[in-house]
């Protein structure tokens, strides 16, 4: 799932494995800027740095993970914000529209 992706843990498993290696990069690129910025910081910038080591060659997956964490709400929204009613739908047990 998207959360997964963002992640790092599950990129997904298209037959296009040059597809896959530019979304990796591409997601590399933004947390490393994300990381500059972050552990520029007066404040707490030390601890930040510590907490957001790169150990595995540019994929800061604790920073991607509390990313994830604070933003996937938003992430959400944007990703359902056009589709209004159309995309929730009444269940059985519920006249009201549900969704995840």
């Given at each position: 799932?998207?959360?997964?992706?963002?992640?790092?843990?599950?990129l997904?498993?298209?037959?296009?494995?040059?597809?896959?290696q530019?979304?990796?990069?591409?997601l590399?690129?933004i947390?490393?800027?994300?990381?500059?910025?972050?552990?520029?910081?007066?404040?707490?910038?030390?601890?930040?740095?510590?907490?957001?080591?790169?150990?595995?060659?540019?994929?800061?997956?604790?920073?991607?993970?509390?990313?994830?964490?604070?933003?996937?709400?938003?992430?959400?929204?944007?990703m359902?914000?056009?589709?209004?009613?159309?995309?929730?739908?009444?269940t059985?047990?519920?006249?009201?529209?549900?969704?995840?």
């Open positions: 799932d998207t959360g997964d992706i963002i992640r790092g843990r599950d997904y498993r298209g037959g296009n494995n040059k597809r896959r530019q979304l990796d990069d591409k590399k690129k947390f490393g800027k994300i990381h500059d910025e972050v552990t520029r910081r007066k404040q707490n910038g030390q601890a930040l740095q510590a907490r957001y080591q790169d150990e595995n060659g540019g994929n800061f997956f604790q920073l991607r993970e509390d990313w994830w964490i604070a933003n996937r709400n938003d992430v959400w929204k944007a359902t914000c056009k589709a209004e009613g159309a995309y929730f739908r009444a059985c047990s519920d006249s009201e529209r549900s969704g995840t």
